[in-house]
């Protein structure tokens, strides 16, 4: 079975910046995209970046201009860069990976919270 690891989660201050990792095993192959979803306290989960492993990014609204998401192929690795965290953003993060005719597969989630 394959298993995301998920990493870079923690506590922000408010204008602050993290970067979020999520890895893939490097023994697979087929990967067609990347990306994350979020689900804040008390909301559903949803949404956030999908970066294709051909190299397009499409982004939330909310999140556009703010994250920035890459990819390293070699590393089967997807990285989120967030910039200007605000409150709204504290969520448990959660990375997946789409590949060709197989179920989406999930990371296990990372907790970022931003406090002063």
């Known amino acids: 079975q394959v298993q995301l690891m998920e990493s870079g989660g923690g506590l922000v201050q408010p204008g602050g910046s993290q970067t979020l990792s999520c890895a893939a095993p490097?023994?697979?192959?087929?990967?067609?995209?990347m990306g994350w979803y979020r689900q804040p306290p008390g909301k559903q989960r949803e949404w956030i970046a999908t970066?294709?492993?051909?190299?397009?990014?499409n982004y939330a609204g909310s999140v556009s201009g703010r994250f920035t998401g890459s990819r390293d192929r070699t590393q089967n690795t997807v990285y989120l860069q967030m910039n200007s965290l605000n409150v709204e953003d504290t969520a448990v993060y959660y990375c997946?990976?789409?590949?060709?005719?197989?179920?989406?597969?999930w990371g296990q989630g990372t907790q970022v919270t931003v406090s002063s």
């Open positions: 490097g023994g697979i192959s087929s990967i067609a995209a």
């Open positions: 970066v294709t492993w051909s190299g397009n990014k």
């Open positions: 997946f990976l789409d590949r060709d005719r197989l179920p989406r597969v």
